[in-house]
């Protein structure tokens, strides 16, 4: 009786679920002067990637526990056969 | 110019079903990008400029988006064993020549030809390579499809090495192979640049590198299936990074619409990459192969009128003209939920006999124990 029923990770889905949301919250409650930034170009150039990469973490997170938490996961390997 | 743009990008005003369509769009590419390797970015451009967002802006916020959702897509995929890293990253890196080269292409046709003949030369490149490489793919697909029905179809004897992977197996050039942990073969470098390049190009060009990627990596190469698809996001996540930073030092990258984009696709990049552990290779293929033809249609429809626009034909009537673009843009929303249908259908199928199997096993060993 090794695998019980495990535990779904809500918890923790909040949490990234909280962080996504303060992010998204910020990105548009300060849409005009954060495009200003954006495009100037040049060096600017890193802080499209560096949100890209920071958003990417923590909705990948995200969306990675909310599948955990809906019970959608993948098939597990077992020997074939 | 650059100022021009700027001001384009500031001057978009998103509307809620803007939000709305982005987030499903972004959803429904990213469900096929984390089963296939890539996909969504021939809806999204065309989109977002109808919405008025300028081309360059449309492609370069794209981009943006595509290199999160690839990094997000290949660190699941590779948690399920489908990434080949050190393939990705030799292929991706070539890749990033073809890119460069493929842009210097594009300038070189629109400063010579105009729009017109960019779009012309786009269409066309889509036709070949989706009805030569498509076709293939598809006919492969179907064939495994048959022998998995007849009972043939094991795993080994659907992923077979082709007789072109078979050869360069057997060539030995000092001081350039690489051992590939997916074939547990040695390759030499010289024959995966060729191909990595092809993929850079193809993406300079359509947008979809993976299109030339992953039939590449499977057909050439020998790499199965699944790991090819996986692979073929570090490829994607190298590209679009590298593209992302040229676009954003010009400005050009617009982070709201970007994120908007992200803030679907990774739900459904996570569920493609899911999807991926309940079928057998052959259905990757499928999807791939319905996606190229269906948008070889797509584009076949554009044809005409851009070579009415070079006046090459005689005009075409602007009714038939409107006609062709929305039907052209139809059919290629209509490949990505086709796709999305597949993927679906094969998801909710295998979890329902996972559940199923489950239950069969918890009822065996229930059986055992009261023994």
Known sequence: MAEKVKKKPVGKFLVFAGITFILYYLLFAYESLINDYFTRGKFYAFLPVLTAFIFSYAHGNTTDLFWKVVGIEAKKRREVK | ?371
């Open chain 2, 1 to 371: 110019m650059q100022e021009t743009i700027q001001h384009a990008v500031q001057m978009i005003d998103l509307q809620f079903w803007h939000i709305m369509y982005l987030i499903f769009v972004g959803f429904v590419g990213g469900l096929v990008s984390g089963f296939i390797g890539s996909g969504g970015a021939f809806v999204l451009t065309p989109s977002m400029m109808s919405m008025g967002v300028p081309g360059i802006v449309a492609v370069a916020s794209n981009m943006c988006h595509k290199f999160p959702k690839a990094l997000v897509g290949a660190i699941k995929r590779a948690k399920f064993g489908h990434v080949d890293v050190k393939l990705g990253i030799i292929m991706g890196l070539s890749a990033e020549a073809g890119v460069l080269y493929g842009a210097h292409i594009q300038e070189h046709i629109k400063r010579t030809l105009g729009d017109a003949g960019s779009n012309l030369y786009v269409s066309i490149a889509f036709v070949i390579v989706l009805g030569t490489v498509g076709l293939y793919v598809l006919r492969d697909a179907f064939k495994a499809m048959a022998l998995e029905k007849e009972g043939k179809g094991t795993l080994s004897e659907e992923e077979k090495p082709t007789k072109i992977a078979e050869l360069l197996y057997k060539i030995h050039i000092p001081g350039t192979m690489i051992h590939f942990k997916s074939i547990n073969k040695k390759v030499s470098f010289l024959f995966t640049i060729p191909l990595g390049f092809a993929t850079g190009f193809l993406a300079a060009t359509i947008a979809v590198g993976g299109f030339i990627g992953v039939p590449s990596m499977i057909y050439i190469l020998g790499v199965p299936s699944l790991i090819a698809s996986g692979t073929e996001l570090v490829i994607a996540f190298i590209m679009g990074a590298v593209g992302t930073f040229k676009y954003a030092w010009s400005g050009f990258v617009d982070i709201r619409l970007a994120m908007l984009i992200l803030l679907g696709s990774l739900f459904g990049v996570q569920l493609g990459a899911i999807g991926t552990t309940y079928v057998k290779g052959y259905m990757i293929k499928l999807v791939m192969g319905v996606i190229m033809v269906i948008i070889l249609v797509s584009r076949g429809l554009m044809v005409p009128v851009y070579l009415s626009q070079l006046g090459w034909i005689s005009p075409l009537n602007p009714t038939y003209v409107s006609l062709l673009k929305n039907t052209s843009f139809a059919v290629n929303a209509l490949a990505l939920f086709v796709a999305a249908f597949i993927i679906f259908k094969n998801l909710i199928k295998g979890i329902y006999e996972e559940k199923r199997y489950r239950v069969l096993e918890t009822a065996h060993s229930t059986l055992k124990t009261t023994k």
